[in-house]
């Protein structure tokens, strides 16, 4: 699984020019020029985590980097994911499905730091985002859509010291 992880993780920084790393389970950090980077603490304990940690990281980094352009130019964000239970259950069977609905909230518990270039941190802290889907057919749709606009919503109205 470890390599699996890694391997993916490698494949994302070649591809993608993603932050991915894996504190807690023997390595990773950031790439150089990333204005979020993406961290996994034993994310083999984590609640659901159905994705692949790549996966996860390209969406979040997504979703994440116009904000940060936009609100925070100059700025890193560093999340250090925690614990991730994604919204719904995924069934068992010939065929993996994540079955989303209101009865199963998403919960997204992290660490976090947004720092300037020179290292100087402008807010840091924990975090535990939890949202319940909407009812069916509202919203817009997504793989992991209701994970990704709860962090945009989050970063869009963090409070920072500058």
Known sequence: MRLALYASCAIGLLFGGMGCATHGTGGGGAVPGAVVTVQYTNPQNFTDFSYSPSA???????????????????????????????AG???????TVRVVSTRHPARLSFNYVLQDKSGHSAASGSQTLVQTPPARGTGRSGPLNIETQMLRRWLQRLSVSR
């Open 56 to 86: 996860f990281t390209r969406e979040v980094m997504q979703t994440l980097e116009p904000v940060m352009r936009s609100r925070f130019p100059a700025y890193i964000l560093t999340l250090q994911f925690t614990n991730i239970d994604l």
């Open 89 to 95: 259950r995924t069934t068992v069977g010939p065929r």
